[in-house]
């Protein structure tokens, strides 16, 4: 993997309000490498959507910025594609039509008509939609719409896939299959991949990292958990694998202990304690302190 492919460096953003600047974000700090795909994770209102959209260009921070293999971003482009929770097809437009509206976008005087038709092709196969390429998005279901998204984004041959709850708004199974897909489709492709969600056990499948983020407002990075886990993962073979437990033990015991009390975590981060996330609470020790609380 190529270092710091993308380079979030000293990001802070605040919003105006009637009374006083909102301070979302405070001193974001990450490197990406090229190929990596990274899960962020935390509490509604912890700014990961910010720094989602930062990344993509939509949001200017306030202070620190973005740069993206050298080169600075300061607006939406092309090498930075967007998956968001719903799939934002064009209901007039075939499953066909959607993708090849991105393809002609990115790839006008760059690919012949045939070029682009094997172009589009490839991606809707890439997420099992070949079958589909003639059908209107009321015509199948929000499944198929998604891996739709996916594939228009995919086409655009990003240098980064930002990925906003992709999965949030789809059944267990849906999600699963899906989750299982995008694993397939990062192994044949490469693509640097920021994801947000709340899925703990998602974050710890899909990711090579997890970025864990304090409670808002001035929300920061907490910690930083490597997944060490091999791939190809199987989601049943992790089932019962004891790593697979133990980094979700981790990420639980950052969301549900530590970001009880934000304050003591911010006063780490300050001190510089925020670094790759070490061993953590056991499953049983934690599972009986989150018990006896609700018992109180």
Same mark, same amino acid.
């Given at each position: 993997m190529q270092e710091n492919y993308l380079d979030i460096s000293g990001v802070g953003i605040e919003f105006p309000t009637d009374e006083a600047p909102f301070r979302a974000l405070q001193d974001i700090n990450l490197k990406i490498s090229r190929g990596e795909f990274i899960? %962020?994770?935390g509490h509604s209102g912890c700014g990961k959507s910010t720094l989602l959209n930062i990344v993509a260009g939509l949001e200017n921070a306030t202070e620190g910025g973005v740069i993206l293999e050298g080169k600075e971003v300061d607006e939406p482009g092309p090498d930075r594609a967007v998956v968001f929770q719903h799939h934002a097809l064009m209901p007039w437009l075939t499953v066909y039509e959607n993708v090849e509206l991105?393809?002609?976008?990115?790839?006008?005087?760059?690919?012949n008509r045939a070029e682009m038709r094997e172009w589009i092709e490839h991606n809707l196969r890439l997420v099992h939609m070949e079958h589909a390429v003639g059908k209107l998005p009321a015509e199948i279901s929000g499944g198929m719409k998604q891996r739709v998204g996916i594939a228009r984004c995919l086409a655009m041959?990003?240098?980064? %896939?930002?990925m906003d709850e992709p999965f949030g708004a789809l059944d267990a199974l849906t999600r699963a299959h899906l989750q299982d897909s995008l694993m397939d489709i990062q192994a044949e492709v490469g693509n640097?991949?920021?994801?947000?969600?709340h899925d703990v056990d998602e974050a710890v499948l899909l990711s090579d990292r997890i970025v864990m983020m304090t409670n808002g407002p001035a929300a920061t990075i907490g910690e930083v958990l490597k997944i060490e886990l091999e791939r190809p993962r199987d989601r049943l073979a992790l089932a019962e694998d004891a790593g697979f437990n133990h980094h979700r033990q981790q990420v639980l015991n950052f969301l549900y202990a530590k970001q009880k009390n934000p304050e003591t975590l911010k006063q780490e981060a300050a001190l510089g304690v925020a670094q790759e996330s070490p061993a953590l609470a056991t499953p049983r020790a934690t599972e009986n302190k989150l018990s006896s609380e609700q018992a109180a």
């Open positions: 899960s %962020l994770i991105a393809v002609r976008q990115v790839f006008k005087g760059k690919k041959q990003p240098k980064v %896939l930002l640097t991949v920021i994801m947000i969600t």
